[in-house]
């Protein structure tokens, strides 16, 4: 410390003291000065304020609940909107085929007319049949959507139906309808020819099977029946689905390699898993490209690669999801001209059929390219239009 006499006498040489310092002000407290200027008239609002600046004048909770609220909903509109808008043309050569290939059909009884088309299925030949249920029949059609033949009228007796809801082609070449009004699964040869009846307590609904020759039957019940088709009896029956809500309410239904179902619940908005014992082996809840964005489950099925399609029905599109649930991508969209599917299957030649119907509106099948296919490697060929009958001789 240097006193009085000794700052006298060493001023004449330039040194002094130095002054006390002052602290500088950081930009922290720089910037909360210029906000109180700022927010002056905010009536002594805090200084610093992350909200959106809607959400500042709103002093009320339920007024702020329903800024959200109106917010949300605002976004799931736009949303929508997204999907039915087209993407603008890209330069000429780099443009992808369109995914529809056929739309075969319309509402109707004839040949390759269809009335509430529910169920169907590909064959190890990449050919289609359609579970025509309000026409009380089943249709073949080939992979190109050329009809060929059909089979059932409205009964009980034996390769006729009342209302089949799905089909399905069981490895040994059998097919396997779901006669629902009469609760009942017919088995039919490759040539349609009856073979035997296995009976359903409840209406069936939807049927898978694995390689195991197991078929899984669910019912209008949310109950899945399981029996082998070397024996052709009922072995185990479970139930899936919601617990604590309806009872009644269809699900749809697709098996694994693994010999695990996939069921697809409409009332909940969820997808189960379960062995063929009926042990849940977990669920999740689809999402959708946007978040935000509600999925209506409905039709499944299950790729080569163990990932799940699923049509989400409320916004008409289908969805790919890994076998945890994860959202992968969406296959389709009403920009590939896909409406209200109902179910859908894969083909061996890369081809998605889908069936579809309304109220007042289009009851048909679509052909959609899922993967590149060698029936279709060149140019996409005219999708709308009546398909042709196949020749007697075909």
Request: charged share 25%.
């Amino acid at each position: 410390m240097v006193d009085y006499q000794s700052h006298y006498r060493v001023y004449p040489h330039g040194i002094t003291i130095d002054t006390s310092r002052v602290g500088v002000k950081n930009l922290r407290e720089l910037y909360h000065e210029e906000g109180r200027k700022v927010f002056k008239d905010r009536h002594d609002r805090p200084v610093h304020d992350c909200r959106h600046e809607i959400v500042k004048d709103h002093t009320d909770r339920q007024e702020f609940e329903t800024w959200v609220l109106s917010h949300g909903i605002t976004e799931t509109y736009r949303a929508v909107d997204e999907l039915h808008d087209k993407n603008e043309d890209p330069a000429p050569g780099t443009k992808k085929p369109d995914k529809l290939l056929y739309k075969i059909g319309e509402c109707g009884a004839l040949p390759a007319d269809f009335f509430y088309p529910r169920g169907i299925c590909t064959t190890m030949d990449c050919e289609i049949l359609v579970a025509d249920s309000m026409n009380h029949r089943v249709q073949h059609l080939n992979q190109f959507g050329v009809y060929v033949k059909q089979v059932g009228s409205l009964g009980d007796g034996e390769t006729q139906f009342n209302e089949p809801c799905d089909v399905l082609e069981i490895p040994n070449g059998d097919i396997a309808v779901a006669d629902k009004k009469n609760k009942r699964v017919q088995v039919l040869a490759e040539n349609f020819e009856y073979k035997y009846t296995v009976a359903v307590p409840g209406e069936p609904f939807s049927l898978a099977c694995d390689r195991e020759m197991n078929v899984a039957v669910a019912t209008t019940q949310k109950n899945v029946h399981m029996f082998n088709a070397y024996e052709g009896e009922l072995f185990h029956t479970f139930r899936v689905g919601a617990k604590g809500k309806s009872k009644y309410g269809p699900v749809h239904i697709a098996m694994t390699q693994d010999s695990e179902i996939i069921v697809s619940d409409p009332e909940d908005g969820r997808v189960y898993t379960y062995n063929i014992e009926g042990k849940c082996l977990g669920c999740f809840f689809p999402q959708s490209h946007t978040a935000g964005l509600a999925v209506q489950a409905g039709g499944v099925c299950v790729t080569p690669l163990g990932q799940i399609l699923l049509v989400d029905s409320l916004n008409h599109v289908v969805n790919l999801y890994s076998e945890s649930g994860d959202f992968l991508q969406q296959v389709l969209t009403p920009t590939d001209d896909a409406g209200t599917i109902h179910s859908l299957a894969l083909g061996l030649e890369g081809h998605m059929v889908a069936t579809e119907f309304s109220v007042g509106g289009e009851h048909c099948v679509k052909i959609f390219r899922y993967r590149q296919c060698p029936c279709h490697e060149g140019k996409t060929p005219g999708s709308k239009r009546r398909t042709p009958v196949a020749s007697p001789n075909m």
